[in-house]
Every structure is written in structure tokens, then in C-alpha cells.
């Protein structure tokens, strides 16, 4: 269907699928947008895409659906009620789950819209609301070869790095795979500025010794000097990240898999969140070593 | 005394000290050596190096002791014993300690180096042995800032991100902080690549989704692709590095900190050891994941 003109259905414009529809837009596709508060689609009804009243409406609508919503209840209601996108959409439709949500449940929407015939994706992304305006997003996919084949030009005006990691699932799987790696990652980075601190020594003199060997990381790099500067600022935001270190934990005890820096760091995280600290960046968990 | 020659003394000639102390006699400084295993030194003998028998007699004939050992006792009976190094150095001299150790034995050497007027500095340092031989290791300083400025040109020979932390001990604690770094960030990668293996999808592409974003690392880019192809050779011994995870958690108690991160890793690599891998390299943690 490209690189002519496809017909899609955008479900989700906040900060990433805002960025992301954009692209979409600007590189000549018809746009068809549905977002539970219709002001945060202004923009993108300005430059031309059309409005509808639902999810399923918008899907009716395409032959590509993409949708980036929030939690895996918003993901299943999306695209698994009545008149949700896989009941509305048209035959021969390919459905793309740009969210990252549950890899069961992926699997779940995969079959649901084979048996309707039309082909479901998940696709999560990562690089943040940076990584999704200058569309060099890293995506994650699971699902049918052939169809991953047909909107891969679509993906590669939203990302950079594109790869299909297997089955549907797979690409929730990997992206989960991504947060696994995180979650214990913040906790290297904040117990090494913890301890230093606790020590006497200045921080900020031991990142410029300890950020650029073996024991560095991006997450080191590029939040650890937040954090020092008690910029708490959300980049990822503490109640997303438990989100996902929650689904990773499902998915982990699924397959009957013990993960103890996972399980460590989400009892931290819990922790955050009890803080009140759930809106702030990831960073927060220096608070909680240094502050609680 | 620098940059004219200086008579250093050399004690601890394996792996990293061979090649650090290859640079300070390439420098054209006069080197008096001292090893537990002589024939490890033989390179450097035949370069022009003069033998000692004892660490005492090496420091005895030098300004700059400079000691590279295994273990806090092996440092603890280098310094502190009877003729040991403290006790043989010529007053005025700077004794310069570059083992992974402890803090509160870096201090207690420093107060009885300059009971005896001499001074003593801790500078442990990262970078391994490929660091080590292209003298760009990143050396982390505590104690006596006159003595620090004094052998700055000597340390210059053997790294390239030299930085002192502050007192003695203060080196040690921002080494200790690397090494605190490095344990949760092990678990990061190993528990995302088992984490992938296990959902069924190829480790070595999930790396190349998730090996340049958010959760990437050095150790995920460098020591990742080792362990899947089953390469546990050691870059670092496991067997070393459970050695400064106990420095770190022993130091940690005394500041009366709590770091569940570093607890964790400290637990999974006991495993490792238990299953007979101490001489293996550090990823051998993902062979505790996904054969045990």
C-alpha cells in the first residue's frame, strides 16, 4: 500500500503519538485521529487530519491503524470492545499496538483480528518524546512477517531502528526486555552516586571518573547529573516505568523465570511512588537513597 | 622530583602492574622491582629493572613506591608489617597504593606512613589490562594533595582520567562506587537477555534493539555479545570482583547504608562461585541464569 498515499487511523495523541502522527502526516498519508481529550489532536487537525468520535469510527475508517494509548486496560478496550478497532476495522486492514503493554494480551489481539481478517502488530518503541520528534525511534516488533512487510515504510518514518522480533508478543516481549535492562540499571548508577556521596566524595567528580569505563551506562550518563542537580523532571515518568516493570514481572513469572534485580528494583519503585513521587522522572529514585 | 628521573619502587608485577610499570621505565625512571612470583617480573629485569627480595628492600632503595597486589591482606602485609613497606621507605617518600582495597585501611596506612614522614596515597584504578597496556587507565586519587601534585607526572605515564577524590580512602570509595555500578548493572543485561531468551525471542537481536538506548550499558554492549556466544573467558574475574563486592557491602554497613541492588548481585555471583566459575570472566552471571 506505500509508498503511495495510505489511509490511517491514529488512536492516541499525546506526547509520543502526537510526534509520531506528524510524521505520518507531513510525508502525505490521510489522517484519521481519535484521542480521548480531542484538544491534544488540535495540532494535527490544523495540518489536516480528520476527527472522529471513537477508536472503532477512525479505525472504519483506514487500512492502517495505529494506536498509542496508555495502559493495557486502555489497550484491550481499544481494540477489543464491541465497537472496538478490531470489530470496526476493514478487512485486509493491517493494526499496529504501538503502546507497551502485556505480550499475552498482544497475542489476544493478533487473534482476534485474524479471525476477522484483518492482521494485528505489536509494535512498542523506545527513545522517548526526543526519540519520537526526530523520528529515530527504536521499534519493537511481533507479529505477521507479511504484514510487518506492508507498513514497514510506515515505521521508518517514525523510527531508525526497526526490527521484527518474531510472532505476535514478540515485540512486546523484547520492548519489556528494554525495562528489565532499565529497571536494574537505575539502581546501579544511584547506589554508586549514593554510596559516594555517603562517603564524602562529590558526586558529580565521581561521574566524570566512573562514567566512561566499565561501569557506565546511558542511564548514568544522562540522568545521573539530573539527579545530582535535584532535577527530578519527568523524562520517563516513576508510575509509567512501574507500569511496565509490573508486565515484565507477570510476564517473567509466566514463563517461570526469577529475576531478583527486577523484583528488587520495583520494590524500590514502589517505594517512590508511595513517596507521592509517581509524576516525577525515573531519576526520583536518588531521592528516595538520599533523602528517605 | 619530576619530570626528571625518578627512582621508583614497583611491587606487584601481574597482568596490570607489568604493563603500568613497563610505561614508568620506558619514561626512563629507574625501577626497583618486587613480586611474590619473580618470573612474572623477568620482562621488566631485562629492560633494565633492578631486582629487590623483598617489597621493604625495593621501597628502601626508591622516592615513589607504587604497589599493584591482590587482596586487602596481601596490601595490609606489603605496608604494614615489620620490614614492610612503611617501615623500610625513605622519609619524604610517596607510597602509592593502586590495588582495589579498603578505604579504612588506605587510612590507617596513610596515618602510619606519615607518623614515619613519609606520605601515602590510595589510586586504584579501571580500564583492565587493555587500559593498563595503552596507559589509559582511569586512576581515582585519595590523600595528601601535595603528594598527589608531586606524582601527578607518574600517574600521567599510566592513565588518562587521573582525579583525586579527596583524603585517603577517598580514591578507594570512588573505585568501591564504580565497582557498586557495575554489580546492579550486571544484572540489568543478563536479566534482559535471559528474560528475552526465555520469551522465545533471539538474545542477539533483542541487543540490537536495545543495545543503543535508554537501557544500554557498557557492559551490556561489550560483555553481552561474550556470553551469548559462550565465551566466558575472563577480562575480569569473577573471583576479584566478588572481592570488592564485599569492600563495597563491608564499607556501605559502616556508613550505615542500605544498597539492595549491590546485596542482590553480591548473592548471584556467591552462586556463581558456588558452582566453581571464580576463575571465570564476570558475564558468567548469564550462565547462572540460564543453566542453573
Not at 77 to 101: E, F, K, N
Not at 227 to 255: I, Q, T
Request: hydrophobic residues 50%.
Amino acid at each position: 500500500m506505500c509508498p503511495s498515499s495510505t489511509s490511517i487511523a491514529f488512536i492516541g495523541t499525546g506526547v509520543m503519538g502526537r510526534s509520531m502522527a506528524g510524521h505520518l502526516l507531513r510525508a502525505g498519508h490521510a489522517l484519521h485521529v481519535y484521542n480521548r481529550t480531542k484538544e491534544k489532536a488540535a495540532d494535527l487537525l490544523a495540518a489536516g487530519a480528520q476527527w472522529h468520535d471513537s477508536a472503532g469510527r477512525a479505525a472504519a475508517a483506514a487500512d492502517v491503524v495505529i494506536t498509542v494509548v496508555g495502559y493495557p486496560a486502555d489497550v484491550e478496550a481499544t481494540y477489543l470492545s464491541d465497537h472496538g478497532v478490531v470489530a470496526q476495522a476493514r478487512p485486509g486492514s493491517v493494526l499496529i499496538d504501538m503502546t507497551t503493554s502485556s505480550p499475552s494480551l498482544a497475542r489476544r489481539i493478533a487473534a482476534a483480528a485474524s479471525a476477522r481478517g484483518s492482521a494485528a502488530l505489536d509494535a512498542p518503541v523506545s527513545g522517548g518524546d526526543i526519540g519520537a520528534k526526530e523520528a529515530r525511534l527504536v521499534i519493537m516488533v511481533g507479529g505477521d512477517e507479511a504484514a510487518f512487510a506492508r507498513v514497514q515504510p510506515l515505521f521508518a518514518l517514525m523510527g531508525k531502528n526497526i526490527i521484527r522480533h518474531g510472532a505476535a508478543g514478540a515485540g512486546q516481549h523484547c520492548k519489556l526486555a528494554n525495562q528489565v535492562a532499565i529497571a536494574s540499571g537505575m539502581m546501579a548508577w544511584v547506589e554508586a552516586l549514593t554510596y559516594a556521596r555517603a562517603a564524602g566524595l562529590d558526586p558529580a567528580r565521581v561521574l566524570e571518573s566512573i562514567g566512561g569505563g566499565a561501569a557506565s551506562s546511558w542511564a548514568m550518563v544522562n540522568l545521573g547529573p539530573r539527579a545530582l542537580r535535584g532535577d527530578f523532571a519527568p523524562g520517563f515518568y516513576v508510575k509509567h516505568f512501574l507500569k511496565d516493570m509490573r508486565l515484565a514481572l507477570e510476564s517473567a513469572a509466566e514463563l517461570k523465570l526469577d529475576l531478583p534485580g527486577l523484583a528488587a528494583a520495583k520494590k524500590l519503585y514502589d517505594r517512590v511512588a508511595a513517596q507521592g513521587w509517581e509524576d516525577l522522572g525515573t531519576q526520583a529514585l536518588y531521592r528516595l537513597y538520599t533523602e528517605s
